[in-house]
């Protein structure tokens, strides 16, 4: 329907032109009941993909010390895409997770790890079976600091791929100012709540990721 190699980056001049409008966000996040967007005072965020954003979903709000999540699309042209959209490839956005974190009870080199191990960072413009731009390994980062932790943590995690005989990782690291997060539409998020029996694409490599900057 939409044509075109969904597995190379759609020029901008080419991509879809999206909407104004932005996607209603659900009130309660399906599994804990806290917000999917305006976070109280000390909540910190983080923006991560890893192929389908269902399981990848799960995986962060499983995790002690977050204190919601949402999907959505990130990292492309088309403002406001909907989920048929991003998928023809037409808008440059890969799938998202917006992990929200109380940094006292978890750090940003925790989301990161958990981030690292739970997909194949290696890939490029897919996950497994998972094809397309939609599916590429990205971090959007919110500031310098996480861009530092962001670079260092794929530095150290090459190193554990290299040894156990991965090739080079193809993640995305760029600023999120850069690549703004869009929210998917109600029925993606949380998903896998809803639906227990969905598909699940995710699976890491089984390497650990070295946690923190130092040592």
Partial sequence: MFGSNKSRMVDAD?????????????????????????FPTGIATAVVGMGCFWGAERIFWEL?????????????TTPNPTYE????????HTEVVLV???PSKVSYE???ATFWEDHNPTQGM??????GTQYRSAIYTLDDAQAAVAEQSRVRFQAQLTQAGYGEITTEIRPAVDAPF?????????????????????????????????G
């Fill in 64 to 76: 002690d010390g977050v204190f919601s999540t949402a999907v959505g699309y990130a990292g492309g």
């Fill in 100 to 102: 929200a974190y109380d």
């Fill in 126 to 131: 897919r996950q497994g079976n998972d094809r």
């Fill in 182 to 214: 869009f929210y998917a539409e109600g029925y993606h998020q949380q998903y896998l709540s809803k639906n227990p029996g969905g598909y699940c694409g995710i699976g890491g490599t089984g390497v650990t990721c070295p946690v923190g900057l130092d």
């Fill in 110 to 112: 925790t989301i990161l």
């Fill in 14 to 38: 080419a991509a879809l032109p999206g909407r104004p409008e932005t996607m209603p966000i659900p009130d309660r996040h399906h599994v804990n009941g806290n917000p999917l967007a305006n």
């Fill in 85 to 92: 959209e991003t998928c023809s490839g037409r808008t440059g």
